[in-house]
């Protein structure tokens, strides 16, 4: 019998709550899908979100598309990957206090996070939020 290497839901849930720096993909009309790294957060209860500036490529093609797909990837062995893929369920103006600090603060913790949202906050930006309808993942570990 082959071995399975696809996570359950509870592994696949918790390794896409880490603070992964995930690849984000969104359609992109008669060109490759654009794909960009980007930093994200994940709830099983509130789904994928992340922040970027309304006027930017991303910004401007998830207004366009209304989905996005995002993976996340551990990079040393053994390697896994979760990717996800759905539509966009919420879309407003980003709140410093309650969405882009926390964001900040989970990949460079409370002190460079805050430092970040100082030096880097333009007031453009969008909080989108993606509810994930497919899952793909890979687990090497269970290899073993």
């Known amino acids: 019998m082959a071995t399975s290497f696809k996570m359950t839901k509870q592994e696949r849930e918790e390794f896409l709550a880490g603070p992964h720096v995930g690849v984000i993909s969104i359609e992109n009309p008669g060109r490759a899908p654009l794909t960009a790294p980007i930093w ?3 709830t099983p209860e509130d789904g ?3 922040i970027t500036d309304s ?11 209304g989905r996005f797909s995002l993976v996340a990837q551990q990079e040393d062995m053994p390697y ?4 996800v893929e759905g539509p966009v369920v919420e879309v ?4 410093t206090d309650d969405d882009t600090r926390p964001m900040a603060r989970r990949y460079f913790g409370k002190e460079m996070g805050d430092a970040y949202v100082e030096r880097n906050l333009t007031g453009a930006s969008n909080f989108y939020r ?3 309808e497919h899952w ?3 687990d090497y570990a269970k290899a073993t």
């Not at 896994?80 to 990717?83: F, L, T």
């Not at 407003?92 to 709140?95: E, G, S, Y």
């Open 130 to 132: 993606m509810q994930p």
């Open 136 to 138: 793909l993942t890979v």
């Open 40 to 42: 994200y957060d994940y």
């Open 80 to 83: 896994k990957y979760v990717s």
């Open 55 to 65: 006027s930017s490529k991303k910004g401007f093609a998830l207004e366009k598309a």
């Open 48 to 50: 994928v979100w992340i």
């Open 92 to 95: 407003r103006a980003a709140d």
